[in-house]
């Protein structure tokens, strides 16, 4: 019976070390038959062009990570690598646009980038890293950050250094633009730890988070004028939709004890109290005067999970969630609602240092 006991003990330390989860997260099994290609292409299909965004591929490295899924992991970044970043993210930001041109070739079709995929990405291969005790993915991700400070990060006067939300487009003095759902605490805080503007950076964007949203309610854009600051009441009305339900979403993934949290959450306070009102989430959202405009989609419902903890109106957003059934043929909402439910649903959690606590080799709470 020792012997058996021992064998026993064996067996699950080397799951244990191993890291081989304990539970299946169906819902990214689901997504992955979906929307990722066998080459580990992640296919918007909504979009008559069959499109694939570096925001796609961003986030899917993500949820293999979550899923400790090595193997689609780096299908995922070799083809993002190949087909984004001319073979080679160290020398290169990937292109935010590929899909089917208009003379039906396959081809990049825009080439700039898109900073909030970079820093996922980033995010992800430097946790891919330390997770999977991958030297190789730490080199990477850190060469990739450098590339970022030095082509997406400006230096705005009267702010300090900010992310742009790409490398060209964003920067036209007196005015920058910028999009607050583009930096995540947690992924900021993560690169914290490296050389260049990323610790300062932290204060600036908690500027940029709180500054835009005076009546509580985050904007997809906004610009910062210099001599006069932001630029809160522009020709068009700012608006609240589907940039910004992000910017819910990462506040309320933030660990309890990041020193940056319970500002935001206070400060969004009216968003949370809009969706209790209501019964669903706003789709649009006038950062000025609170009118919103539609319901949002289940996505919706499920970015806020994280950010209604405590609040009853969190119930109802975890009901409408468990009930959405995928049909394939929403990306973005499903995106949201992988992050959203999965955060809720205890697969992964974010620490003050930004760094993942995935739920291997735990029990998963697959319902509450």
Known sequence: MKCWNGVLMAGLLLVSLTGQAACSWPAWDQFKKA????????????????????????????????????????????????????????????AWLWGRNDEHQWSVLDMNSASDADMWIVWSLLEAGRLWNKPSYSRLGQRLLKRVAKEEVAKVPGLGYMLLPGKHGFSHSPRWRFNPSYLPPQVLNRVARYSGPWVSMRDTNQRLLLETSPKGFAPDWVEWVEGKGWDLAPEQPLVGSYDAIRVY??????AD?????????????????????????????SVETGESKGDGPEGFSASLLPFLQGNKAQDVQRQ?????????????????????????????????????????GQVCANSH
């Open 257 to 285: 004890n990041d020193p940056y949290k319970a500002q935001l959450l206070k400060r969004w306070q009216p968003m949370a109290q809009a969706t209790a009102k209501s019964g669903l989430p706003p789709e649009h959202i």
């Open 249 to 254: 979403l990462w506040a309320g993934m933030m």
């Open 35 to 94: 929307y990722i290609s066998d080459e580990g292409r992640v296919i918007d299909p909504s979009d008559e062009r069959k499109i694939t965004t570096s925001e796609g591929q961003s986030y899917a490295l993500f949820f293999a990570l979550v899923a400790n899924d090595p193997k689609t992991f780096t299908q995922l970044l070799s083809w993002t690598e190949n087909n984004l970043a001319q073979g080679a993210l160290k020398d290169h930001l990937p």
């Open 320 to 360: 409408r969630v468990l009930e959405y059934q995928p049909q394939g043929d929403a990306y973005y909402n499903d995106v949201l609602t992988l992050f959203g439910h999965g955060w809720d649903q205890k697969y992964f959690r974010f620490n003050a240092q930004g760094e993942l606590i995935p739920n291997w």
